[in-house]
């Protein structure tokens, strides 16, 4: 029976999941070479999302090498994410019902805009980042740290995220799993599932 409900943050609860896409709008606005910045980018990022530092630089980086204001620039990655208020909305609804969880590899500074932004603690029960915990999915610690915290065994849990690589790992620890398209499919899934929703 499941008891937990587990959400990755980008591409889920969020319409837009990847950064590439507004690196390369923003490179070919500023005249820059893309693959360059993606490049800066990607290194700091993969730093920064298992907590080798705040992930300030990815920012820093981006921006002085686009030739634009930091807060500028910050503000365009962030408003390049908008949360799905449908979701939200269904994470309430299931909050009375079952553990609520997201799991995320956001970097710290961002995280941190976001959780107050949107005031997620209201929404769900754990919060598991990647830059606190020090591995990221789809490395299998963070889906065990997530057992642990929730004291629950894996088939306990679903996990819906819109990442292959990261439902294929939780799929082989146990977790029941959700391939994230959208949230009418998510809604018509947890349905055949018999989740209260």
């Known amino acids: 029976m499941i008891k937990a409900i ?13 950064f590439e896409p507004f690196l390369s709008r923003y490179a070919h606005k500023q005249g ?6 993606q490049r800066l980018v990607r290194e700091e990022w993969d730093l920064a999302r298992e907590g080798q530092n705040d992930g300030t630089e990815v920012w820093n980086k981006a921006a002085a090498y686009l030739g634009v204001p930091l807060e500028e620039f910050r503000k365009g990655w962030e408003d390049n994410f908008p949360l799905r208020s449908e979701m939200l909305g269904l994470v309430r609804v299931l909050r009375p019902h079952y553990k609520t969880a997201v799991m995320t590899n956001m970097i710290q500074c961002w995280w941190e805009d ?17 830059y606190e915990i020090g591995a990221a999915k789809p490395d299998t610690r963070i889906f065990e740290y997530a057992l ?34 959208s949230p009418g499919k998510l809604r018509l899934e947890l349905n055949g599932r018999r989740i209260i929703i």
Do not use: M
Request: net charge negative; proline share 1%.
């Open 114 to 130: 976001v959780r107050r932004e949107y005031l997620l603690p209201d929404y769900f029960g754990d919060v598991f980042t990647s």
């Open 148 to 181: 642990e915290r929730l004291e629950l065994k894996a088939e306990e849990c679903l996990f819906i995220d819109d990442q292959t690589k990261n439902t294929a790992v939780a799929q082989r620890l146990g977790f029941e799993v959700i391939l994230f398209a």
């Open 32 to 37: 820059k070479d893309e693959r360059y910045l």
């Open 6 to 18: 587990v959400f990755d943050y980008n591409g889920v609860l969020t319409q837009e999941g990847h």
